[in-house]
């Protein structure tokens, strides 16, 4: 069984990755998109998306970190992964799953769905340009507005060259209402050679295991349950709902986070309490600890918080 850290934009940034993936057992990671236009991007841009290509390609745990694009420009997209696996992305993933109306707006992400013909072009544009031993892989929807191509997009992408595709189950226009509808990947699957990694609404091991079942898949991307509950990939390998991290652990998890490697460049306070305030659906504790730091405005302040909410 293969569990994924799934990409969330504005949320599994490199410093989210970081610490995810120091305590969860994740196979390996995906970036945020990095959106291809009309040029090939400057290599600033592939080290601010994805600094572990310093590292390997890997986190400081050890996960891989794959590179994903968003576009649709063949060329481009083609020539910006070619860069990528220079500066040492150990594979290459495509979307063709954000929902986003700025980007579908833009003809990008979950739009495209609606064009199986064109993510067939997009994804063997990829393929044929990086070498052969570097996986390429994409990220669907059930659909765009509807389920109409859903097999053709699944067969686009796998006649392409791809090496797997993640389906999200669920449509753009259902974006992340639940449920997700797992039993619609099953047809997926079962139409496929290459391996089909379920996505979308799984929250819990139980949530996990009912999801194999419907589904008919193996692998599972993890969304927003990974930065809601950091050890949920240890409770699916372990086969229990009850937590395997204590709240102590989860605090020097929260100020490896406060004292990252990149907290001079974006908002690490209000990043820190958007996590926060997510995983207080789940822990009492961080809910508390919400209410002490919501409008505390200095780092070192939070960090106090934090120790002082030892147990």
């Given at each position: 069984?293969?569990?994924?850290l799934?990409?969330?934009?504005g ?12 305590v969860g ?6 970036t945020?998109?990095?959106?291809v236009t009309?040029?090939?991007?400057p290599?600033h841009?592939y080290?601010n998306?994805c600094?572990e ?14 590179v994903?694009?968003?576009g649709?420009?063949?060329?481009m997209l083609?020539?910006?992964a070619?860069?990528?696996v220079?500066?040492g ?5 495509m ?21 199986p013909?064109?993510?067939h072009?997009?994804v ?8 052969s031993?570097i996986?390429?892989?994409?990220k669907?929807?059930?659909?765009y ?15 392409a ?8 189950a669920?449509?753009?226009a259902e ?8 039993d619609q990947l ?5 139409a ?7 996505n979308?609404?799984?929250?819990t091991n ?9 589904s008919?898949?193996e692998d599972?991307?993890?969304g927003?349950?990974a930065v ?9 390998r372990?086969n229990?709902d009850?937590?395997l ?5 989860l605090l020097?998890l ?13 908002n690490?306070?209000?990043r ?6 997510m995983?207080?659906k789940?822990y009492?504790e ?8 919501k409008?505390i405005?200095a780092l070192a ?10 147990h």
């Open positions: 069984m293969k569990l994924v799934a990409p969330m934009e949320l599994t940034d490199p410093i989210m990755r970081d610490v995810l993936t120091s057992s994740f196979d390996w990671c995906v945020e998109f990095i959106r009309d040029s090939v991007l290599d841009v080290h998306y600094p290509l310093l590292n390997d390609g890997k986190t400081a745990a050890g996960t891989p970190v794959h994903q694009f968003l649709n420009n063949p060329e083609a020539a910006n070619i860069r990528a220079e500066l992305a150990p594979a290459i993933d979307n063709f799953g954000c929902p986003a109306k700025t980007v579908n707006r833009h003809r990008g992400g979950s739009v495209l769905l609606d064009e013909e064109v993510v072009l997009l063997k544009a990829v393929r044929d340009a990086v070498p031993h996986p390429v892989s994409a669907m929807r059930l659909g507005m509807d389920r109409n191509y859903t097999l053709e997009n699944a067969h686009a992408i796998e006649d060259g791809a090496a797997w595709v993640t389906v999200h669920r449509t753009k974006g992340y209402t639940p449920p997700a509808f797992w099953q047809p997926i699957r079962e496929l050679n290459i391996n089909v990694i379920a979308g609404e799984i929250w139980t949530d996990a295991k009912q999801c194999q079942l419907e008919g898949c599972l991307m993890i927003r349950a809601t509950t950091p050890d949920i990939t240890q409770c699916i372990q229990t009850e937590a991290i204590t709240w102590n652990e020097a929260q100020i490896r986070f406060l004292n990252g490697p990149y907290k001079k460049e974006v690490m306070i209000g820190y309490k958007q996590w926060l305030g995983m207080s789940h009492p961080a809910k508390a600890l919400w209410n002490e730091v409008r405005k302040e939070i960090i106090e918080k934090l120790n002082a909410s030892k």
